[in-house]
T-cell receptor, first 115, second 113 residues
Framework: GAVVSQHPSRVICKSGTSVKIECRSL??????MFWYRQFPKQSLMLMAT?????????EQGVEKDKFLINHASLTLSTLTVTSAHPEDSSFYIC???????????FGSGTRLTVV | AQSVTQLDSQVPVFEEAPVELRCNYS??????LFWYVQYPNQGLQLLLK??????LVKGINGFEAEFNKSQTSFHLRKPSVHISDTAEYFC???????????FGTGTRLQVTL
């Protein structure tokens, strides 16, 4: 089946530093990647949509300068949390649509802790 | 606009008992409906989906769901749960005019002996 590989699974960083999260589609081409944020015991909130070869589309209230998204190729999308602060600590998940019958596949998530 | 409501934030159930997790949606156009399961610190795994055709959909791990258009519901059921079914369950909707999934707030299924 279609797989999205997400790395790292966990990362701890100091306040003020930047962290990059990668999502790779392993056996299909992901022209679109959705990036979600999930707070403890809450649902997934869509942050942005990346499209290969064009600028990402951010949801209302999401700072595009803080959460940099790049969709460099048909198999790689990255989310960089810049100048991270403790309030950015969260679980980040990527997801890509595969095809109408398969639906969407999700990465395994990244637990970001900013200290 | 599309939205999803999962009325039960937590559902405690004993092992081998049946369970139903409720999901209601709102949309003015035709919808695709999904149930996902999330284990701690992991991504989402697709349990089942309704795209069209038969309103009773069978998924993995013995789960099934029934699409009820008149009641705008897509409740998830399992006749006999196992301890390993303890997880967070999310209902999601996708309309034909949008490419983004809209998730419900999730239901925590807690199975105990």
């Amino acid at each position: 089946g279609a797989v999205v590989s997400q790395h790292p699974s966990r990362v701890i960083c100091k306040s003020g530093t930047s962290v990059k999260i990668e999502c790779r589609s392993l056996d299909f081409q992901a022209t679109t990647m959705f990036w979600y944020r999930q707070f403890p015991k809450q649902s997934l909130m869509l942050m942005a949509t990346s499209n290969e070869g064009s600028k990402a589309t951010y949801e209302q209230g999401v700072e595009k300068d803080k959460f940099l998204i790049n969709h460099a190729s048909l198999t790689l999308s990255t989310l960089t949390v810049t100048s991270a602060h403790p309030e950015d600590s969260s679980f980040y998940i990527c997801s890509a649509p595969v095809d109408p019958t398969y639906g969407y596949t999700f990465g395994s998530g990244t637990r970001l802790t900013v200290v | 606009a599309q939205s999803v409501t999962q009325l039960d934030s937590q559902v405690p159930v004993f092992e081998e008992a049946p369970v139903e997790l409720r999901c209601n949606y709102s949309s003015s156009v035709s919808v695709y409906l999904f149930w996902y399961v999330q284990y701690p610190n992991q991504g989402l795994q697709l349990l089942l989906k309704y795209l069209s055709g038969s309103t009773l959909v069978k998924g993995i791990n013995g789960f099934e769901a029934e699409f009820n258009k008149s009641q705008t519901s897509f409740h998830l059921r399992k006749p006999s749960v196992h301890i390993s079914d303890t997880a967070e369950y999310f209902c999601a909707v996708l309309t034909g005019t949008a490419s983004k999934l809209t998730f419900g707030t999730g239901t925590r299924l807690q199975v105990t002996l």
